[in-house]
């Protein structure tokens, strides 16, 4: 009787532990069985991403549950994640009034000047006569604009004095050179409408124009090559004119005008070949004289025509060799 019972005891004991065995293998069916739904679902949900990205209001507004979660991705192969690295550091914006500038300079035109020293005195200004300075943010990028024609003594000491006071300014700049091929009359005006495009091609973010004549040099670093709110006038005192202007209207020599104010007057006049009658009007472009007002619709930067021939970035400046064409032949008079 007792092994009787054993062996049905027995029995009964290995039938409950088969149906657990049972039990877990088909709770183990369907735990994988529902996982794989899940993972479906979300395949899903990352495949209708990239349409949805295109929607920022839609994208903007998806809830993910991690909070580090990344936009679904776009399709595109992506870049391999960089390891967290040292940022660079938002610097503040440049003061108004840099502290580094010294005042009145001497200025002087007699000791040799080659172009190998001014390139050891200014290590920071890159190829193309770009500087930008590496402890703030200026407000400003000014294009330096100079036209140009067998002057290359001046050039030089010109590089050598305004490339450290541009440093000392804080500016972010640079300098372009635009040099008049051939040997027919001058054109200032023309050359700077030219200055200021081919500027423009190398760098879009310029918004401000400082135009000078290549023999001005200022004497007081807090002369500032900036724009302002009105086109600016920078040569009020030459020694040459016993430091005053030679006449009420003179806005020669050196001016800035941001790209607003150059294209409201539609840059400058290409008309004028030789030297002088251009500052005159310009100076009526920004005043507005009637008879200028009929003539800078049609002779401007919207008109200005010639053919760049070279574009070479030496150590200090960018010099651009442009064709601009040559003066009319007027009918004799008689």
């Known amino acids: 009787m007792s092994r009787l019972l054993g062996g049905t005891l027995e029995r009964v004991c290995k039938a409950v532990l088969l149906l657990c065995l049972l039990h877990f293998l088909v709770a183990v069916i369907l735990y994988f069985d529902v996982y794989a739904q899940h993972l479906a679902f ?13 929607h920022p209001a839609a994208s903007s507004s998806t809830n993910f549950s991690r909070p580090n ?22 610097l503040p914006p440049c ?11 001497l200025i002087e035109f007699t000791s040799p000047m080659p172009l190998e020293r ?11 006569g770009r500087y930008t300075p590496p402890d703030c943010a200026p407000a400003q990028t000014v294009a330096v604009i100079i036209p140009f024609r067998h002057r290359e003594h001046h050039l030089r000491y010109w590089l050598h004095y305004l490339h450290p006071i541009l440093r000392r300014q804080r500016l972010r700049y640079g300098v372009y050179v635009i040099n008049q091929h051939g040997e027919d009359t001058f054109n200032r005006a023309k050359l700077l409408n030219v200055g ?33 709110d009105q086109p600016r006038h ?19 020599g050196v001016s800035g005008l941001s790209k607003a104010q150059f ?11 030789g030297w002088g009658g251009e500052d005159d009007d310009i100076f ?51």
């Open 95 to 105: 003061p108004d009034s840099p502290p580094g500038l010294v005042g009145r300079l």
């Open 263 to 273: 294209l409201r007057i539609n840059g400058f006049p290409n008309e004028y070949w």
């Open 196 to 228: 200021f495009l081919e500027a423009l091609k190398e760098d879009a973010t310029y918004d401000c124009f400082i135009f000078s004549d290549v023999d001005l040099v200022p004497m007081d670093d807090r002369n500032l090559y900036r724009c302002g």
């Open 118 to 128: 001014v390139q050891r005195e200014n290590p920071g200004v890159l190829l193309g």
């Open 234 to 252: 920078f040569a009020i005192a030459m020694d040459k004119f016993g430091f005053r202007l030679p006449y009420a209207g003179y806005f020669g």
């Open 42 to 54: 979300f395949s899903r949900f990352s495949a209708r991403g990239p349409a949805r990205a295109l």
């Open 284 to 334: 009526n472009r920004f005043t507005k004289i009637q008879n200028t007002k009929l003539t800078m619709k049609r002779d401007g930067i919207g008109s200005v025509r010639y053919q760049v021939l070279e574009v070479s970035r030496q150590p200090l400046f960018t010099n651009i060799t442009v064709d601009i064409g040559r003066p009319p032949s007027w009918p004799p008079r008689g």
């Open 69 to 90: 979660a990344t936009v679904p991705s776009s399709g595109l192969p992506e870049a391999p994640s960089a390891r967290p690295g040292p940022t660079a550091p938002i």
